[in-house]
């Protein structure tokens, strides 16, 4: 599941650099730099608009966390399923404010999404695990691959997920890249469907290890 849900994340990323005027709608780091360098130059417009994803994708954090503590309180199995509900309810919201010629408020429905998607699924049989941002991945595969080598309780298994991970993310913002131009933003039904399977899976299947998906 976490190597599927980092392929749309990487979607929306590229959707957003390319599409977005150069946003960054998965992962905030950037964004927050560029809002810093244009306030410190003075550049409000800019700041303000490297500046508006980031409350969104909060927004949709913390609407993440919050519903999957209720869930986890009233015993709902299937969380994971649930969130990426209100996910795909997000990226729907996108797809309309762009046919309504909304362009840019496409990038307020689309950085919550990433939001909730962060809140989903944080964590894989003990260890932890980001879909929407990979420089944490590239970190945790560099430590594996050390314990590892120096036999300090490393396991060889988690170096690929972690890879895998990354190489998911980096497939999705290629294929939107590669697609973007054809299909502009029908593109998003990509990552849309990607989220549909992964929900239907979670619904259809008992949850063996519901520690895996634990919101904590």
């Known amino acids: 599941m976490a190597v599927l849900l980092a392929a749309p994340a990487g979607w929306v990323d590229a959707v957003g650099w390319l599409a977005i005027g150069t946003l960054f709608?998965?992962?905030?780091s950037c964004n927050s730099a560029s809002?810093?360098?244009h306030a410190a130059r003075g550049q409000w417009g800019p700041f303000l608009h490297r500046l508006g994803p980031i409350p969104c994708f909060v927004f949709g954090l913390a609407?993440?966390?919050v519903i999957g503590h209720v869930l986890e309180r009233r015993r709902v199995r299937r969380r994971l399923a649930s969130l990426l509900a209100i996910e795909g309810g997000f990226i729907?919201?996108?797809?309309?404010?762009?046919?309504?010629?909304?362009?840019?408020?496409?990038?307020?429905?689309l950085a919550a999404?990433?939001?909730?998607?962060?809140?989903?699924?944080?964590?894989?049989?003990?260890?932890?695990?980001?879909t929407t941002f990979v420089t944490g991945m590239i970190v945790a595969i560099v430590d594996e691959c050390i314990a590892v080598a120096l036999r300090l309780g490393g396991d060889s298994s988690f170096v690929r997920l972690y890879g895998s991970?990354?190489?998911a993310f980096c497939s999705g913002a290629?294929?939107?890249?590669a697609t973007l131009r054809a299909l502009s933003f029908w593109t998003l039904g990509v990552p849309l469907a990607v989220l549909a399977f992964v929900l239907v899976v979670e619904v259809v299947r008992p949850l063996a290890r519901p520690e895996t998906h634990a919101l904590r």
């Open 63 to 65: 609407l993440g966390r």
């Open 174 to 177: 290629f294929a939107a890249a």
């Open 113 to 130: 999404a990433m939001g909730v998607q962060s809140a989903a699924l944080r964590h894989v049989a003990g260890h932890d695990v980001r």
């Open 165 to 167: 991970v990354w190489l």
């Open 35 to 37: 809002a810093a360098i």
């Open 92 to 109: 729907v919201a996108a797809f309309i404010a762009w046919v309504l010629g909304a362009l840019d408020w496409m990038t307020w429905p």
């Open 25 to 28: 709608l998965a992962h905030m």
